[in-house]
T-cell receptor, first 113, second 115 residues
Framework: DAKTTQPNSMESNEEEPVHLPCNHS???????IHWYRQLPSQGPEYVIH???SNVNNRMASLAIAEDRKSSTLILHRATLRDAAVYYC??????????????FGQGTTLQVKP | SAVISQKPSRDICQRGTSLTIQCQVD?????MFWYRQQPGQSLTLIAT?????????ESGFVIDKFPISRPNLTFSTLTVSNMSPEDSSIYLC????????????FGPGTRLTVL
């Protein structure tokens, strides 16, 4: 499975933008870049995903480098509710992979009021 | 989207016993996954369970310890057998459609404590 590298932890102030980086230098051409987050005492929840182009949704934006070896999850205005562990995961699909998600350690985001 | 429920939400069990965790989805799904999250750790995939085929286990997990059933497209069970305190974890059920572009949905988890 292609691996990702994320900082262990980051801090942000409330209502400021947050940029969460992820390195995935061994990404293959068919791997999608997924981001999930896990709020305290909850199961993970989907945030956003992309393949090559930058993506926006109501929760966040995903900026993907041109060579696809890194990406950045952008929270435009952090709130206290955004304090969570954020996971950057590569998800592909082939006969042996079955599209499973393999979680790394993720980045613990602390949001300060 | 898919809404997933798990039973029980939590349990305290004695070592040497077994516990079966149920996962119910509100829609038919192809792929279902079982994860374990030990205290303070990330999620670890136990197995992939597709309806109509044997579950596929990840390295370090075996069918005798974690038997899985997948009788239809909306339901699955995971049994934790012959439990020891090291099995104390949160067990999560997850579902996804095929293809790398589909988001995956997670249940609320079952918190298991083994004494």
């Amino acid at each position: 499975d292609a691996k990702t590298t994320q900082p262990n932890s980051m801090e942000s102030n409330e209502e400021e933008p947050v940029h969460l980086p992820c390195n995935h230098s061994t990404i293959s051409g068919t791997d999608y870049i997924h981001w999930y987050r896990q709020l305290p005492s909850q199961g993970p929840e989907y945030v956003i995903h992309g393949l090559t182009s930058n993506v926006n949704n109501r929760m966040a934006s995903l900026a993907i480098a041109e060579d696809r070896k890194s990406s950045t999850l952008i929270l435009h205005r952090a709130t206290l509710r955004d304090a969570a562990v954020y996971y950057c995961i590569l998800r592909g699909f082939d006969s042996s992979n079955t599209g499973k998600l393999i979680f790394g350690q993720g980045t613990t985001l602390q949001v300060k009021p | 989207s898919a809404v997933i429920s798990q039973k029980p939400s939590r349990d305290i069990c004695q070592r040497g016993t077994s516990l079966t965790i149920q996962c119910q989805v509100d829609s038919q799904v192809t792929m279902m996954f079982w994860y374990r999250q030990q205290p303070g750790q990330s999620l670890t995939l136990i197995a992939t369970a597709n309806q109509g085929s044997e579950a596929t286990y990840e390295s370090g997990f075996v069918i005798d310890k974690f038997p899985i059933s997948r009788p239809n497209l909306t339901f699955s069970t995971l049994t934790v057998s012959n439990m020891s305190p090291e099995d104390s974890s949160i067990y999560l059920c997850s579902v996804a459609g095929q293809g790398g572009y589909n988001e995956q949905f997670f249940g609320p988890g079952t918190r298991l404590t083994v004494l």
